[in-house]
């Protein structure tokens, strides 16, 4: 494969300033201390089940009033698919939570951009805030049913293309079975 998310002329194994350097670990997402976590949320913005759940129960009531008023004001129809907002952190160790939503694999007609696209545009709000560490989960691989192993080559190739100031991005993968898929796609 040609040096994927690379920009041209940067040799296979180094990275470019402008290229996040990516970690994995498996683990849970909501532990994380880093500048911000996103969060694999859907278009109300108003918590659900898998890490979603998580991030509200852990972070506590602000996340859900900030996302109210996020679509009181912004989003009243509800987040599109492949967008990110922030709202605060709350309890958590992280200062900031980016919103995106996944596409729902079976009913998207193009799962592998609308998942690229949360990733660029979670870094470009992560960019907005000033945060230079952040925390993804294996978006859309839970309830919205994508394939990890698909997930997971996507996820990483969008992360790697994306032009960023922020210099850590970690994949906190839930399980064994998420970790190897990204462990694979990051070896590419
Ligand atoms: P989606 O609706 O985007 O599919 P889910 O929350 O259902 O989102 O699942 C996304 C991924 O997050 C799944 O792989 C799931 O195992 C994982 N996950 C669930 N809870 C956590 C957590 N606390 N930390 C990290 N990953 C988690």
């Known amino acids: 494969?040609?040096?994927e998310g690379r920009p041209e002329g940067t040799p296979k194994g180094r990275y470019s300033?402008?290229?996040p350097r990516i970690v994995l670990l498996e683990g849970d997402l909501t532990t994380q201390d880093v500048d911000a976590i996103v969060n694999a949320a859907n278009a109300s913005l108003m918590g659900g089940g898998g890490v979603d759940g998580a991030i509200h129960r852990a972070g506590g009531p602000s996340i859900l009033?900030?996302?109210r008023e996020i679509r009181r004001t912004s989003f009243p129809d509800g987040l599109p698919t492949g967008r990110a907002v922030a709202t605060g952190g709350g309890d958590l160790p992280a200062r900031w939570v980016i919103h995106t939503v996944g596409p729902v694999y079976?009913?998207?007609a193009d799962p592998a951009g609308e998942l690229a696209s949360c990733h660029t545009?979670?870094?470009k709000v992560a960019d907005e805030l000033g945060a230079r560490t952040v925390a993804f989960p294996a978006i859309s691989t839970g309830v919205f049913g994508y394939p990890i192993v698909e997930a997971a080559p996507a996820a990483v190739a969008a992360v790697r293309g994306a032009e960023t100031a922020v210099a850590e991005v970690r994949f906190v993968l839930f399980g064994r079975?998420?970790?190897e898929a990204f462990e694979r796609a990051l070896a590419r």
């Open 121 to 123: 545009d979670s870094l």
């Open 106 to 108: 079976a009913a998207s």
């Open 177 to 179: 079975e998420a970790f």
């Open 17 to 19: 300033a402008l290229v």
């Open 1 to 3: 494969m040609p040096s």
């Open 65 to 67: 009033a900030e996302c």
